[in-house]
């Protein structure tokens, strides 16, 4: 008894290290930081070398029990990403995905696509991952129904509230949220693993627009990347915000404010239009961190 009692004890730190986790492979919004055409001083940071650049949002969900992994979102920044997954984990899993997983048809979430398609990588096969709306779009438009013509990616399609299996154990639970859907529906996704919950929500209207109450949903997982396109209103200074909606993260820090400290820490900010702040100014990154809240940060495992 006391031999299996020791046995047990002993591959307890291999079993916590199995447990599945995620990396964080970008935090910018779709236009990446530094942003295109930006010669303000909080992209001439990057431009001259000063600070780190930003790919644009995605993470790696993966298993060390198996050496499976997926990729949440194709960004345009795909070729760096695929790459730095690589690097951040020593070449311990293969280069491609068991799959990818996209939330909408705006260009910082699936353009990467391209670069599986015959003029570059001539890929077999990737699955991808999408609401119905989604797959319609790629169905429809070229040059993305090429990409399904010569099998380079095979389209799954998840339903709206239904629960997708990626082997024994993780299971990701598709919801939808109102966001600008010109061309498809978008989504939100709850990743379910043994030992983490993980809500993953980088773009929506407002959280008051959505039909599910956002302090419950932080409240039921472990690990929120919540939309942080915007820091406040003052950001785009001669433009309308209503034409991009997004809730500021102050509206969200507000919104919680009256949680306990457990559930602030929950949530990780994420999908940082360059204007942000949070990008770049250390005291507003303190102030963040004071207030209970986190910001997430490239190569960061969860």
Same mark, same amino acid.
Request: glycine fraction near 8%.
């Given at each position: 008894?006391?031999?299996?009692?020791?046995?047990?004890?002993?591959?307890?730190?291999?079993?916590?290290?199995?447990?599945?986790?995620?990396?964080?492979?970008?935090?910018?919004?779709?236009?990446?930081?530094?942003?295109?055409?930006?010669?303000?001083?909080?992209?001439?940071?990057?431009?001259?070398?000063?600070?780190?650049?930003?790919?644009?949002?995605?993470?790696?969900?993966?298993?060390?029990?198996?050496?499976?992994?997926?990729?949440?979102?194709?960004?345009?920044?795909?070729?760096?990403?695929?790459?730095?997954?690589?690097?951040?984990?020593?070449?311990?899993?293969?280069?491609?995905?068991?799959? /990818?997983? *996209?939330?909408? +048809?705006?260009?910082?979430?699936? #353009?990467? @696509?391209?670069?599986?398609?015959? =003029?570059?990588?001539?890929?077999?096969?990737?699955?991808?991952?999408?609401?119905?709306?989604?797959?319609?779009?790629?169905?429809?438009?070229?040059?993305?129904?090429?990409?399904?013509?010569?099998?380079?990616?095979?389209?799954?399609?998840?339903?709206?509230?239904?629960?997708?299996?990626?082997?024994?154990?993780?299971?990701?639970?598709?919801?939808?949220?109102?966001?600008?859907?010109?061309?498809?529906?978008?989504?939100?996704?709850?990743?379910?693993?043994?030992?983490?919950?993980?809500?993953?929500?980088?773009?929506?209207?407002?959280?008051?627009?959505?039909?599910?109450?956002?302090?419950?949903?932080?409240?039921?997982?472990? /690990?929120? *990347?919540?939309? +942080?396109?915007?820091?406040?209103? #003052?950001? @785009?200074?001669?433009?309308?915000? =209503?034409?991009?909606?997004?809730?500021?993260?102050?509206?969200?820090?507000?919104?919680?404010?009256?949680?306990?400290?457990?559930?602030?820490?929950?949530?990780?900010?994420?999908?940082?239009?360059?204007?942000?702040?949070?990008?770049?100014?250390?005291?507003?990154?303190?102030?963040?961190?004071?207030?209970?809240?986190?910001?997430?940060?490239?190569?960061?495992?969860?």
């Amino acid at each position: 008894m006391i031999k299996r009692l020791l046995l047990f004890i002993a591959i307890l730190p291999c079993m916590a290290n199995a447990q599945s986790s995620i990396l964080i492979l970008g935090t910018a919004q779709d236009g990446g930081y530094p942003h295109i055409g930006c010669q303000k001083q909080c992209c001439q940071r990057v431009w001259n070398g000063t600070s780190e650049r930003r790919y644009v949002v995605s993470f790696a969900l993966i298993d060390p029990e198996t050496k499976h992994w997926w990729m949440f979102e194709a960004t345009p920044d795909i070729k760096e990403q695929l790459q730095y997954f690589n690097k951040l984990t020593n070449g311990a899993y293969k280069y491609l995905p068991d799959g /990818i997983f *996209l939330t909408h +048809a705006h260009m910082g979430h699936y #353009t990467g @696509l391209m670069q599986l398609g015959r =003029e570059a990588l001539g890929t077999k096969g990737v699955k991808v991952y999408t609401l119905p709306k989604m797959r319609h779009f790629l169905e429809n438009n070229g040059p993305w129904d090429q990409l399904i013509k010569l099998h380079n990616i095979d389209i799954q399609t998840i339903k709206p509230n239904s629960i997708t299996g990626l082997g024994e154990h993780i299971k990701v639970l598709a919801r939808t949220v109102p966001h600008r859907d010109e061309y498809s529906e978008t989504a939100g996704f709850t990743i379910i693993t043994p030992g983490k919950r993980y809500l993953f929500i980088p773009d929506i209207n407002k959280w008051d627009k959505w039909d599910r109450d956002i302090i419950n949903e932080v409240k039921d997982v472990d /690990i929120a *990347l919540l939309d +942080a396109t915007f820091y406040d209103e #003052t950001e @785009l200074p001669g433009r309308r915000m =209503e034409e991009v909606p997004h809730p500021f993260v102050e509206e969200t820090m507000q919104l919680f404010n009256s949680t306990d400290k457990v559930t602030k820490a929950k949530i990780y900010f994420i999908h940082f239009n360059h204007t942000n702040p949070l990008l770049w100014d250390t005291g507003i990154q303190t102030e963040l961190g004071n207030a209970g809240f986190n910001c997430a940060k490239q190569g960061t495992k969860l």
